[in-house]
């Protein structure tokens, strides 16, 4: 069948969304219109909402729609459109059961159409040595004991939580620097808070990863640390686990699914701090733990968070999407 079409809209100012409502679904079907299509694919669910709701009520093209569910937003007012637009897509294809559950349970959806399709991880995200160039860039030492988190600097990461945590790990573990990889809202909020906690000679604010790189800052680290308690997937976990490093996290949302507990690294409760900080102490202190649970990480990834998986089950999915909507049922 000819490749599905998605339905996306680009981030923009109130007014160029609001153009975007009309514009896109026009767009969309003159599409079908001149070349046909099979399916329609909503991608980036949040953004395109709204633009998928005008495209079922006033041109009800004869395909079926695929939303891709992420999970709840905060927003409740943007989880009412959330329900409007999953209740009437014709299948619904989410990337961990935590998200499944919260779209059954709070948004009344029904539990047979929701499919479950871990996302993929590229293999180009493989154990590596530290580049000792990267380190000195950073201003690191090939004594520090790095550990890292990678993810936007937004109250929904909880960044700020790894600021305790390193102020707790430093009596006893004095060469273990914090490494934060990505930019946000918090990024300020972060460094000035390290250097009122005397810690900013322990923390690394590293800003924007070029995309291609984030491997080698990986490879840099010994501990993947990552203290969200909402998240629909999480690839860092992932991609950190495809580098052979161990996590810590949070046991909330999907973080279980993907962090096996005592075998690919520690699930502790979110917010509990001393738990957080003994898990990695224990890491920091037993080498050979670090590296077993390093290991089976990567096993993990082999087994369930590859593409050629995800690509395949999704496809599958598809097609008897297809098939049920030509039958009528």
């Not at 090939?142 to 109250?155: K, T, V």
């Not at 990505?182 to 900013?200: P, Y």
């Amino acid at each position: 069948m000819p490749a599905p079409i998605g339905a996306v809209c680009s981030s923009g100012g109130a007014g160029r969304r609001l153009s975007q409502l009309t514009q896109v679904p026009r767009a969309v079907r003159s599409l079908y219109n001149e070349r046909g299509f099979d399916l329609l694919r909503v991608h980036s669910f949040f953004s395109s909402s709204l633009q998928t709701l005008w495209l079922q009520r006033i041109y009800k093209l004869p395909v079926p729609v695929v939303v891709h569910f992420h999970h709840l937003d905060p927003n409740r007012w943007r989880n009412v459109v959330v329900r409007a637009v999953l209740k009437r897509s014709d299948a619904i294809i989410t990337f961990s059961e935590a998200s499944k559950q919260d779209a059954v349970e709070r948004l009344g959806i029904a539990s047979e159409k929701i499919h479950v399709v871990y996302h993929g991880i590229e293999r180009r995200f493989r154990p590596g040595p530290p580049d000792v160039n990267l380190l000195r860039d950073l201003g690191c030492s090939q004594e520090d004991r790095i550990l890292l988190f990678l993810g936007d600097l937004e109250p929904r990461k909880n960044p700020l939580f790894l600021l305790d945590i390193l102020k707790d790990l430093l009596p006893a573990h004095r060469n273990v620097r914090l490494v934060f990889c990505g930019t946000g809202e918090l990024l300020h909020v972060i460094r000035r808070s390290a250097k009122d906690m005397g810690l900013a000679h322990r923390v690394v604010l590293t800003g924007a990863i070029p995309e291609g790189q984030e491997v080698d800052y990986y490879n840099l680290s010994e501990i993947f640390v990552f203290p969200t308690a909402l998240e629909g997937f999480g690839f860092p976990i992932v991609e950190a686990m495809s580098c052979g490093k161990p996590v810590v996290a949070f046991r909330a949302s999907a973080i279980p699914e993907l962090v096996e507990d005592r075998v690919t690294g520690f699930l502790v409760s979110p917010l509990e701090k001393e738990q957080f900080v003994r898990r990695i102490s224990l890491l920091l202190e037993h080498k050979e733990l670090s590296v077993q649970l390093g290991t089976r990480g990567r096993e993990r990834v082999d087994r369930l968070f590859r593409w050629e998986r995800a690509a395949k089950e999704t496809l599958n999915i598809y097609q008897e999407t297809v098939k049920q909507f030509r039958s009528g049922r």
